[in-house]
């Protein structure tokens, strides 16, 4: 029976309806206590995603009306990047790209966004 109930209340989860539900309800609570919408952000000192979502945090705050809090990452749990080498120069190469694309500031290489953001967090 188990089998037979999971695919249509996991339909029900994941539908557009009930998204928009709760949106609704979560919206209409917010006015209600007159709360100014949140955004959390985590930030890791030498990631290069990290170092272009803090120049597009302004226009996010303006454009949404949002209250942002950052939060600092220094160590991340080893198990989350498997291929640590790999996924730093793809990153760095990812990052560039979206730079350009978004008209955002991206140091050349690898060692300057791990040098900029340790004298970043240094002096932080």
């Known amino acids: 029976m188990k089998k037979s109930i999971q ?3 996991l339909q029900l989860i994941s539908s557009n309806t009930l998204r928009s539900i709760k949106r609704a309800y979560y919206t209409c609570a917010r006015l209600f206590t007159r709360d100014v919408p ?3 952000v985590f930030i890791k000192v030498d990631d290069p ?3 272009l979502l803090v ?3 302004p226009k996010l705050e303006e454009k949404y009306r949002v209250t942002i809090t950052a939060r600092v990452i220094i ?3 080893p198990v989350m990047f498997p291929e640590l080498a790999m996924w730093n120069q793809h990153s760095v190469n990812d990052a560039m790209h979206l730079a350009n694309v ?3 500031q991206f140091p050349c290489s690898a060692t300057g ?3 900029q953001a340790r004298s970043v967090f240094t002096a932080s």
């Open 7 to 9: 695919p249509y209340v």
């Open 38 to 40: 949140k955004l959390e």
């Open 49 to 51: 995603y990290s170092l």
């Open 55 to 57: 120049q597009a945090l």
């Open 75 to 77: 160590n991340s749990d």
């Open 102 to 104: 978004y008209r955002l």
């Open 113 to 115: 966004v791990t040098h």
